[in-house]
T-cell receptor, first 109, second 113 residues
Framework: LAKTTQPISMDSYEGQEVNITCSHN???????ITWYQQFPSQGPRFIIQ???TKVTNEVASLFIPADRKSSTLSLPRVSLSDTAVYYC??????????FGKGTTLSVSS | NAGVTQTPKFQVLKTGQSMTLQCAQD?????MYWYRQDPGMGLRLIYY???????DKGEVPNGYNVSRLNKREFSLRLESAAPSQTSVYFC????????????FGPGTRLTVT
């Protein structure tokens, strides 16, 4: 079973831009890449979703290269409240939804 | 609008006991999912239901069964609980598969002794 792969952890300071990359080299042709945020003792919460190129919403941007084998979540000017675990989710060709193991982002002042 | 609700919130079972985790959504979503979350393993899909009347295996289905009772409800059953099933279980729902945002419930923390 192919996997999605993310860095286990990242550290940042308030006000910096944070980029988290996920590799998903067996993604289904027509399916989207989605990112979620999870705080302790809560279920994950949707952040952003895209199919190709770049998507931006009020909280993040998502960059997807032409081959779609990876994606990068960009969080501009992080704050302490962005400390959380971030997951990418892809639909793997022929099988099922595969979450990455998550990236724990720690933001310090 | 409660979103996705799960019962119970906490449960302790002895090895070999059975139980059913309940999940309900009030968003008129077609698709529903059950995940388990273990430390360092992220979220792993157990079963999903693309639409009412259908269920499919996910990444880790062994030891579990599911029932899509109606469009609102999707239950997860452990027939003979094992310590390896100690985990936090999340239910989620979405308008459709894959391309749609999933909404997650608050989770059920299950301990099997």
């Amino acid at each position: 079973l192919a996997k999605t792969t993310q860095p286990i952890s990242m550290d940042s300071y308030e006000g910096q831009e944070v980029n988290i990359t996920c590799s998903h080299n067996n993604i289904a042709t027509n399916d989207y890449i989605t990112w979620y945020q999870q705080f302790p003792s809560q279920g994950p919460r949707f952040i952003i979703q895209g199919y190709k190129t770049k998507v931006t919403n009020e909280v993040a941007s998502l960059f997807i290269p032409a081959d779609r084998k990876s994606s990068t979540l960009s969080l501009p000017r992080v704050s302490l409240s962005d400390t959380a675990v971030y997951y990418c989710l892809a639909w793997e060709a022929g099988t099922a939804l595969i979450f990455g193991k998550g990236t724990t982002l720690s933001v310090s002042s | 609008n409660a979103g996705v609700t799960q019962t119970p919130k906490f449960q302790v079972l002895k090895t070999g006991q059975s139980m059913t985790l309940q999940c309900a959504q009030d968003m008129n979503h077609n698709s529903m999912y059950w995940y388990r979350q273990d430390p360092g393993m992220g979220l792993r899909l157990i079963y999903y239901s693309a639409s009412e009347g259908t269920t499919d295996k996910g990444e880790v289905p062994n030891g579990y069964n599911v029932s899509r009772l109606n469009k609102r409800e999707f239950s997860l059953r452990l027939e003979s609980a094992a310590p390896s099933q100690t985990s936090v279980y999340f239910c989620a729902s979405s308008k459709g598969l894959a391309a749609y945002e999933q909404y997650f419930g608050p989770g059920t923390r299950l301990t099997v002794t």
